[in-house]
């Protein structure tokens, strides 16, 4: 499909399933298609976080907060973004999101 959202929902139901490599590779297709939706940069990087590949997942979540990803509570409670929350990078970005509100 050429429609972002429908890779970013397969790859959402791919998670849900633990099939994160392939949820990595959908949400990756959504950002080629819409490259300025931080939503999407978010999902992936907690996709990537699964995966513990936390650098990766880590330049994932500065790209959503870069151009304009502010959910502190998503950042600061998400499941998802657990593995990174100990990460020092991931702890500025949290600081950076509290400052602009």
Do not use: W
Not at 59 to 80: C, H, N, P, Q, Y
Not at 84 to 98: H, T
Request: net charge negative; hydrophobic share 45%.
């Amino acid at each position: 499909p050429t429609n972002s959202f429908a890779h970013s929902y397969l790859g959402l139901s791919l998670a849900a399933l633990g099939r994160h490599e392939e949820a990595v590779r959908e949400c990756r297709k959504a950002i080629e298609i819409e490259p300025y939706d931080m939503t999407n940069f978010a999902e992936l990087a907690g996709y990537l976080a699964a995966l513990k590949r936390t650098d990766e997942a880590i330049a994932a979540m500065t790209r959503a907060v870069e151009i304009g990803f502010d959910d502190l509570d998503r950042m600061e409670k998400s499941a998802a973004l657990a593995p990174l929350r100990p990460d020092a990078r991931f702890q500025a970005l949290v600081e950076e999101v509290k400052r602009r509100k």
